[in-house]
């Protein structure tokens, strides 16, 4: 007997490991849609793309109230939840205005990053000059506007796509925040 002779479990696209096989892990005799449900399986039995969207971000901080200070005091980050499981684990969560993504401080329940060590974070904003006076205000140590490299194309605002301010927060993490008005 041939490969074919192999039990059914043993054939591509058959097995238990649906990985195992097919690339887009669908099994023969499965309905289309399999496990994944019919929305999930585009015509021709090809799966659709998932789209993926970053949500949160965990920034290394060595006081989590300092932090969470500078962030919704300073920055006007809203508070989404500070919750406190135990004396070893307590998980901050904190979105800026307008932002489908939200930063994590906290210990025992994030990544164990040494505080102050990520760097390029970046902010958009629609108006990098009134960012910029919005921050001197709230006392955040901010750079000038800076023009980084040529605009790639003609724009209305000299500042757009090329418009940056630079801050760091209390542990050195760094952010940068740019312009680019075409998504206000």
């Not at 041939?2 to 309905?31: H, Y």
């Not at 003609?154 to 796509?161: I, K, S």
């Amino acid at each position: 007997a041939g490969a074919d002779a192999r039990p059914a479990a043993g054939r591509p696209g058959e097995g238990a490991d649906p990985a195992e096989g097919d690339p887009l892990g669908r099994v023969a005799g499965r309905p289309a849609g399999g496990a994944h449900g019919p929305r999930d399986v585009a015509a021709g039995g090809t799966m659709k793309r998932v789209n993926w969207t970053l949500e949160v971000v965990v920034v290394p901080v060595s006081d989590i109230d300092r932090a969470k200070e500078f962030y919704a005091g300073k920055l006007g980050f809203h508070v989404d939840h500070d919750t406190v499981i135990n004396d070893d684990i307590r998980i901050v969560q904190l979105t800026p205005p307008g932002s489908g993504c939200s930063v994590v401080i906290g210990k025992g329940a994030v990544p164990d990053m040494a505080p102050g060590s990520l760097k390029g974070l970046q902010l958009v904003v629609p108006d990098i000059n009134r960012a910029h006076a919005e921050l001197v205000a709230r006392g955040v140590p901010v750079s000038d506007v800076q023009k980084v490299g040529e605009n790639p194309r003609d724009t209305p605002d000299p500042l757009d796509n090329v418009g940056f301010v630079f801050f760091a927060d209390p542990d050195g993490n760094g952010w940068a925040v740019q312009q680019i008005s075409s998504r206000a």
